[in-house]
């Protein structure tokens, strides 16, 4: 699932390539994806890109005359850019992976894209970002909060350090990856009370955030958008690695399962060398 690194990146990478040029045609493929009607994709044509922004793991992309294509990618999506379209033939409503395609006037352009079969990606056409549900509730942003705003947000809801942190509301722009990430770098329980996390802890938590996010930022920026994916993995301690060793200490990575996720940490890092009680192991068990 794309972050905050990778959709700063991607806000980057269009920056670069797309701001100046203008749309020849905005292309609906997946109905469902585009979440708003009014003003319709039509409005978009014949407008100049004049930014690319990010709003926690929103993208944004901002047109002439203050109209906003705002993008949440969700588990599976992707932006591609395209410098050419291997056919002028307005794309049809289908059950490919391409959700919406945007093309500009130097026969260049995007497809925002998903794969699989669970269909979450949203996009939203509006003229001002903060109508956009997702994007009024975010949080201060997780890489450029000061000491005291993160902590005060942190603070803000009582709970378990991981699911706080990932909490949209509360910090934006952290997920499921790089909160493991997070939390290993600061040496902390991914189960630690955020009530109980002393100034000290805070404060190790705080530059942790902004390091390991400031990291992948460094790493993706420069990247060609298609390779990003490929380059957030290369950089993860113990996300995804589980029976992996923890290139900090040399212990094994593991891993506690839910529903439909799973954490990933490293227990000599960070829960004094003992496992965490895996829920779907213990009912094994039982
Ligand atoms: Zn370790």
Redesign the pocket.
């Known amino acids: 699932m794309p972050e905050l690194p990778e959709v700063e990146a991607l806000a980057g990478y269009l920056r670069q390539r797309a701001v100046g040029r203008r749309v020849d045609r905005l292309e609906v493929a997946a109905i469902s994806a585009l979440k708003t009607y009014d003003p319709a994709p039509a409005a978009v044509a014949g407008r100049a890109v004049i930014d690319a922004r990010r709003h926690g793991k929103f993208l944004d992309v901002v047109f002439d005359g203050g109209l906003h294509l705002v993008v949440h990618l969700a588990r599976a999506g992707w932006l591609h850019y395209r410098e050419a379209f291997a056919s002028t033939v307005p794309l049809r409503p289908g059950k490919g992976p391409i959700a919406l395609r945007v093309r500009l006037d130097d026969g260049s352009g995007f497809d925002l894209t998903e794969a699989g079969t669970q269909k979450k990606l949203a996009a939203y056409l509006v003229t001002d970002p903060q109508v956009v549900p997702g994007v009024a509730k975010l949080g201060p942003d997780a890489l450029s909060a000061d000491l005291a705003t993160f902590a005060g947000a942190l603070r803000s809801r009582r709970g378990q350090v991981k699911g706080v942190l990932t909490d949209q509301a509360v910090l934006a722009g952290v997920g499921n990856a790089y909160s493991d990430e997070i939390l290993?770098a600061a040496k902390l329980s991914p189960f630690a009370l955020t009530d109980r996390l002393t100034d000290d802890q805070c404060a190790t938590l705080h530059a942790a955030t902004r390091r390991v996010l400031g990291d992948a930022v460094t790493r993706s920026l420069g990247q060609r958008a298609a390779e990003l994916k490929g380059e957030k993995r290369s950089g993860l301690k113990?996300h995804a690695r589980t029976g992996l060793p923890?290139?900090?200490?040399?212990?094994t990575?593991r891993e506690v399962s839910f529903a439909d996720s799973s954490l990933q940490y490293?227990?000599?890092?960070?829960t004094g060398g003992k496992p965490l009680a895996d829920r779907r192991l213990s009912k094994l068990v039982r």
Do not use: F
């Open positions: 290993h113990v923890c290139p900090v200490c040399g212990d990575v490293c227990p000599t890092c960070q």
